[in-house]
Every structure is written in structure tokens, then in C-alpha cells.
């Protein structure tokens, strides 16, 4: 077996954990290495032999890894250390917010180039695999329409934007379908559907006693690419009442194709590709572990610079190699 692919995990929430677990599944990689913001010595995690750094140590083991996950937040974490840390290492992110995706691809794809790095940003479903299954749809039907619906589930960066905002201790924040818009699509119908039409948010608060509720509720309703293009529900609970009741991580969706083929468009098409999926966090992780696996072997090949899934050819996410593919999947 060849030497296995080093990896090493930056963040240690459920992202992170997500992708301890996603290793345990990879025998042609290896942990070997957390970082944290944190005290290294109060992380605690479930690979104990691994070792834990301080992020400022980061520098000093860039000979020692060959991809770094980084399993920060959307908001404030990655749009800083995607760049930063793509100038000593290959990386993966989960960059997800949509609107700056093209600035962040700049940021980083300057900072790699200079260094001869690789770094993949906004992996996971979405953005990432439904990414793929649009890029797919349009290309085969190129008359056309595409729709994409998220949930219902949890939405992380969602989450953990409501989780910033001053006076909140807590939050989980629901995306979900809307029900009339999904099957108006299914019937083939073409509808022309803005984002309010689409989705709805509800958001699970808990706030600190002496917090201003209106407040919290109005800047969550009016925060750009998050929450302000949507009709959103905004509830305050309890601590208790979160751990009971919205302690799981679900998530899914789905992504259609609705296109037509013939002299005049008589034949009828629909392309459907959905997921649901018991843990956000860990599917999440499995897919940047498969980009991981990318990275490493596009960087062996001299490509530098920053990349998306569109970027990566797609027998290089699988351990298999190209004569295993053809014989088992072609």
C-alpha cells in the first residue's frame, strides 16, 4: 500500500467530528493532526493518539501534512483562514455562502498559486455535489429549467449565524420546502418561483435573560444572503427545550432538471437527484474527505491554485483506481 494521505483537521465542532468519523472509512488516509483555537489540552477528541496544536503551531508542521480540512464557519471563520492557511497547505472548505463564493474563490486562488498549492473551497452538497448535478442537468438539457429545495433540515451556516448575533446563546434554524412550489416542478409545469416562493426558515432561539428579543428577531429577519429574502419564524425557547427537541442534525433536498428535447420541444424531461440525509455534519465531511483525497492527487499533478468540484475529475474523489472503476462502475 502506498504511504497513506495525511490529513489534518482544523475546528473541532460538528464539521470536524464529522470528519474524524468520515477518516475511520478512508484506510488511504491518515489523521494526523488536529488544530484548534482553543486550549489544546481541553479538546477532547475520539482519536486520542492523535496529537492537538494551537492554531498558531499550524506553520511549523507544513512539511508534515498533505491536506488540511478546514471545518470553520461560513460567516467569519473560513473567508480569513482559507487564504491564510491555502499559503502553507492543500486545503478543503465548506465555504457555503452563495453570494461570495466568486470573491472567495479570488482570495484563495491568489493565495495558493503563490505557493504551489492546491485548495478546493465550497465542498459538500450544497454547494458541491448539487453543484455537480446542475452543472450536469443544464449541460444534458441544455432548454431548460433548474430547480433546487433544501430540506427540511438544519442548515449549519445558517445556525451558526443566528448563534453570532449579540444576546444569543443558542440556535438551530430550519430551511424547508415549500410544498406548492415542489410539486408545481414535479408537474412539469415551469414555473418561474423567487426565493420567498421556494422556502420558508424557522429558527430555534435561546437568548440570554437579559437579552433584547425584538432586537435578535429583527436583525435575524434582516441579515443579508441568510435570512432577509425569506419569510422566516423566528421562535425563543429554552435551553432544556432546544437539547429535547432539536438535537439532531437532519438535512436534504433536492435538485431538478425539468428540460425538453424534439423539433419543438415535445418530449418532456425531469431530471431529479435528491438526498436525505440523518447528519448534515457527517455527510458534509464525508464529501470534503473525498476532496481531500482530490486535492492531494491534483497538487501531485501540478495543478495549483484554487479549485471547485467542477474543477476535479471525478475518478480522482475514489480511492479505486482507473482500471477498478471501469470494471465495477462503467
Not at 41 to 59: F, G, I, M, R
Not at 159 to 173: F, H, T, Y
Not at 264 to 293: D, Q, W
Not at 312 to 321: D, G, H, N, R
Request: hydrophobic residues 35%; proline residues 6%.
Amino acid at each position: 500500500m502506498k504511504n497513506p494521505i495525511r490529513i489534518a483537521i482544523l475546528g473541532y465542532g460538528n464539521l470536524g467530528r464529522g470528519t474524524e468519523l468520515a477518516l475511520r472509512n478512508c484506510p488511504d488516509m491518515k489523521l494526523v493532526a488536529f488544530f484548534t483555537r482553543r486550549d489544546p489540552a481541553s479538546l477532547k477528541t475520539l482519536s486520542p493518539d492523535v496529537p492537538v496544536y494551537s492554531v498558531d503551531k499550524a506553520e511549523e508542521l507544513k512539511d508534515e501534512i498533505d491536506v488540511i480540512v478546514l471545518c470553520g464557519g461560513s460567516a467569519t471563520d473560513l473567508p480569513e483562514q482559507s487564504p491564510k492557511y491555502a499559503k502553507y497547505f492543500n486545503i478543503v472548505d465548506s465555504f457555503d455562502t452563495h453570494a461570495k463564493i466568486p470573491e472567495h474563490f479570488e482570495n484563495c486562488d491568489k493565495s495558493a498559486k503563490e505557493s504551489g498549492k492546491t485548495a478546493l473551497i465550497s465542498a459538500g452538497w450544497d454547494p458541491g455535489m448539487f453543484s455537480l448535478m446542475r452543472l450536469l442537468g443544464g449541460a444534458i438539457l441544455p432548454q431548460g429549467k433548474d430547480y433546487t429545495f433544501w430540506g427540511k433540515g438544519v442548515s449549519q451556516g445558517h445556525s451558526d449565524a443566528i448563534r453570532r448575533i449579540e444576546g444569543v446563546l443558542d440556535a438551530k434554524q430550519y430551511t424547508i420546502p415549500v410544498p406548492e412550489a415542489l410539486e408545481r416542478v414535479r408537474s412539469g409545469e415551469n414555473p418561474e418561483l423567487n426565493t420567498r416562493e421556494k422556502h420558508t426558515r424557522e429558527c430555534f432561539v435561546v437568548a440570554a435573560p437579559d437579552a433584547d428579543k425584538a432586537r435578535i428577531e429583527q436583525e435575524i429577519k434582516t441579515m443579508p444572503n441568510y435570512f432577509a429574502d425569506y419569510d422566516t419564524t423566528v421562535h425563543f425557547i429554552s435551553k432544556e427545550e432546544l437539547i429535547r427537541d432539536h438535537s439532531g442534525i437532519p438535512h436534504g433536498g433536492f435538485v431538478m432538471r425539468s428540460g425538453e428535447t424534439g423539433i419543438n420541444g415535445e418530449t418532456k424531461h425531469m431530471i431529479e437527484y435528491s438526498l436525505r440525509l440523518g447528519s448534515n455534519p457527517e455527510f458534509t465531511a464525508s464529501v470534503l474527505i473525498c476532496c481531500a483525497r482530490a486535492v492531494y492527487r491534483m497538487n501531485s499533478e501540478g495543478f495549483t491554485g484554487a479549485k471547485t468540484i467542477f474543477d476535479v475529475p471525478p475518478a480522482y474523489f475514489s480511492p479505486k483506481s482507473g482500471e477498478e472503476l471501469r470494471k465495477e462502475l462503467l
